[in-house]
């Protein structure tokens, strides 16, 4: 290769990245949304593949009838969503007292009991400023969450119309062997699937066992507490307890000392436990993960893709030591396994 040809080698390499750089800026916001749609096509590939190849249905037919598939199971829980922290939202705002008093009631326990003052005028003041905030924040949040979930539908859309030709350019690019390559892409889809399908599964047992648990000892707002405690689930480490440990301990304070011990109880060796179960289940049946893998990957992927880091950050680490473990083999072992001079 003369000077010229590594010139404009590498000068496409630099315009690559510099244009790569700038579009990645401006999709930011929309990241959720693209890796949503990646995550939904790995599930629903073999369902393409059967449509197009063995039933015989047009390409775009099939892509508008596994997108309209997708549309309504994951609109129907977003508007569900929607609707009850929208509710809860109205409620709080027509009526901030009603979300104070508890608050209140809690502090005066806590000074009865203490006789530590935890909610002086100056900290109530500032809760009630603080509400519209909250509000303001949560309400942007489920625009940013409308929007992304337009564009997972829609990019989905085209991933499923460009299919195994948009798989194989993408395998094409990729800086591997075809052995390196394959490894590469058995793990992805082996973690994006068992994450996509056991979080989801997850969230929902532990919301529904703890609603249960909610119902039997006589907690407030006990499909609120549901919907907080499948979310929780996704928390590395502490997970489910941010939410029952602080209804027992409010139990406690009012002196309701068998519904307290019972949540605890119940919150420490079921609801818990069941966390740890269908973990190690799914982890056996659908990918084997090590178990802080999952966890700092969590940790690693919250910050960096939002709530879809839950599936991708296990990912972008298990990759990490994939590819350490792809440079040992491919140089490190070469080198070691050289003749003697």
Not at 129 to 137: E, M, N, T
Not at 215 to 237: E, K, S
Not at 253 to 282: P, T
Not at 298 to 309: I, K, S, W
Request: hydrophobic share 55%.
């Amino acid at each position: 290769m003369n000077i010229k040809e590594q010139y404009w080698k590498y000068s496409l390499i630099v315009i690559i990245l510099l244009i790569g750089v700038i579009i990645f800026r401006q999709i930011t916001p929309f990241l959720g949304g693209l890796l949503g749609a990646l995550t939904i096509y790995i599930l629903v590939r073999n369902q393409m593949i059967y449509l197009t190849e063995t039933r015989k249905m047009k390409r775009s037919l099939s892509a508008f009838l596994i997108t309209l598939e997708t549309a309504l199971v994951f609109l129907v829980p977003a508007a569900l969503t929607i609707w009850l922290l929208v509710n809860k939202l109205q409620d709080i705002n027509l009526a901030p007292q009603t979300f104070i008093a508890p608050i209140q009631q809690t502090a005066v326990i806590i000074k009865e009991k203490t006789g530590y003052d935890v909610l002086g005028s100056d900290t109530l003041s500032f809760i009630v400023s603080l509400l519209p905030r909250i509000g303001q924040a949560i309400m942007g949040g489920i625009s940013n969450l409308a929007i992304n979930l337009f564009v997972m539908i829609f990019v989905l859309y085209f991933m499923l119309i460009g299919g195994q030709k948009m798989e194989s350019y993408v395998n094409d690019i990729l800086p591997f062997n075809e052995t390196n390559t394959k490894d590469v892409i058995h793990e992805i889809n082996m973690i994006v699937r068992s994450n996509a399908i056991g979080i989801p599964l997850l969230a929902i047992i532990q919301g529904g066992v703890a609603m249960i648990g909610y119902l039997i000892f006589g907690a407030p707002n006990i499909w609120l507490l549901g919907f907080l405690t499948c979310f929780a689930t996704v928390i590395p480490m502490v997970g489910t307890a941010l939410v029952w440990v602080p209804v027992a301990a409010y139990f406690a304070l009012n002196g309701e000392w068998f519904n307290a011990i019972g949540l605890f109880a119940y919150g420490g060796l079921i609801i818990s436990q069941l966390d740890n179960l269908i973990r190690f289940i799914i982890q056996k049946k659908m990918a084997d993960i090590h178990p802080l893998i999952t966890i700092f990957g969590v940790v690693v992927g919250l910050p960096l893709f939002g709530f879809m880091g839950v599936i991708f950050g296990p990912l972008l680490l298990s990759l990490f030591f994939l590819f350490v473990d792809m440079f040992k083999k491919e140089y490190l072992d070469s080198r070691n396994n050289l003749p003697a001079k």
